[in-house]
């Protein structure tokens, strides 16, 4: 069982995307050799979590534009007129990244690292054209900036464990609990995690004593995904659904003696507003009712200074079918066979409201863990200075 959600080879181009939608019943690789490939497993959520998306969606286009160039090199005869034209004109390749890249950020409006890498590979791409740069330059010059995103993003999650491990124990902590909601680790990453990144490390250093997790209806990102990365790694662990988080930190028992609430973001704006899977506004709500730190774990990637507040980030609303079917395995009659079922719960007619992300205030939340540090509101304030931080890091 391996955790890794992309598999990318330089040479000779290969991208494979774990299908998380057969997780954890079935372990399936696919092949993605052009833009719209990588777009379908975004937009299907094949592959979700707000870093692997912005990751899928530049390793798509370079895999696209290195097997282009790999047959115009060895059989220019095999592309299409238009595709021929695209790789001896600059400006021709430029528009088809142009448009690749609008295309892509279509798949998944509220992940903001999904258009900072769009910005990332256009402002290289225009740089190389202004530059004179030939086509086979300017697509080397993208697959170097892919491969460094790939690299960077496993090194940030890295930090984020570190960091966020460092301003829990804060107080002199030696055991703790926490909860964690939907999947913020390798499968959501290049890996190790955001807050699951967190999890590991405590783990590793002995200072986890168990790891709650909600299912996270309606896509069960937990009970599947999560559930799938702890197993795995062998981290004392336990799924709950989504409704029982107030009542395990109403409880007494030893092992339910929450320290902290620690999500992932997919978005978060300038004063620390923070979009993230549907579900988490309440566990933040929840979490200062009770006293407990409630921690985003977050590359500095997923913040958007553009958004000056939650009220202006797009929520992206899905299919109903995702509220009102589940999957799961079947046991076929008294054999051992299974086969993976998707299965009707509410009757037909009802109506159906899917938002798959909601916006929690800064107010609510103790502290945001980038790779850079952790950032805590000044004394009093009820935001976060994102933009300030940001500055006195770079």
């Not at 238009?82 to 430029?94: A, K, R, V």
């Not at 939907?182 to 590793?204: K, W």
Request: aromatic residues 6%.
């Amino acid at each position: 069982m391996s955790l890794k959600a992309i598999v990318y080879v330089r040479n000779p181009p290969s991208l494979e995307i774990l299908n998380q939608l057969l997780l954890p019943h079935e372990t399936v690789y696919e092949s993605v050799t052009t833009v719209q490939q990588g777009y379908e497993q975004i937009k299907q959520m094949k592959v979700r979590g707000a870093p692997a998306i912005g990751i899928v969606a530049a390793l798509s286009l370079v895999i696209d534009l290195q097997l282009k160039l790999q047959t115009f090199n060895k059989n220019p005869n095999a592309l299409d007129s238009d595709i021929l034209n695209m790789m001896n004109s600059p400006l021709l390749l430029g528009n088809f990244i142009r448009d690749s890249l609008d295309h892509l950020n279509q798949s998944r409006p509220t992940a903001v690292n999904l258009f900072r890498t769009s910005d990332i590979l256009w402002k290289a791409t225009s740089s190389g054209i202004k530059k004179d740069l030939g086509t086979k330059q300017i697509i080397e010059s993208l697959v170097d900036m892919a491969e460094q995103m790939l690299f960077d993003d496993l090194k940030d999650n890295n930090n984020i464990g570190k960091y966020g491990v460092e301003f829990i124990l804060r107080n002199g902590d030696k055991r703790i609990s926490v909860v964690t909601h939907c999947n913020t680790g390798s499968l959501a990453t290049s890996g190790y995690g955001t807050a699951l990144g967190i999890i590991r490390h405590l783990y590793a250093q002995g200072n986890l004593l168990r790891a709650y997790y909600t299912e996270t209806r309606p896509y069960n990102q937990g009970s599947r995904l999560t559930s799938y990365e702890l197993l795995h790694d062998k981290i004392p662990s336990t799924l709950i659904c989504d409704s029982m988080v107030s009542a395990l930190l109403a409880s007494n028992k030893m092992d339910h003696k929450i320290a902290a609430i620690i999500v992932g973001a997919d978005r978060v704006a300038k004063n620390g507003d923070t979009a993230n899977k549907i579900g988490t506004y309440q566990l933040a709500i929840t979490a200062k009712y009770h006293n407990v730190m409630f921690i985003v774990a977050a590359p500095s990637t997923s913040i958007d200074l553009k958004i000056k507040n939650g009220r202006d980030i797009t929520i992206e609303e899905r299919n109903e079918d995702e509220v009102v079917f589940v999957n799961g395995l079947i046991k076929q009659d008294d054999t051992e066979k299974y086969q993976i079922k998707k299965v009707r719960v509410p009757p037909q007619g009802v109506k159906v409201w899917n938002p798959s992300f909601d916006v929690t205030p800064a107010e609510l939340i103790t502290a945001i863990v980038t790779e850079k540090g952790v950032v805590e509101k000044e004394k009093g304030a009820k935001e976060f200075d994102l933009e300030k931080f940001l500055m006195s890091q770079s």
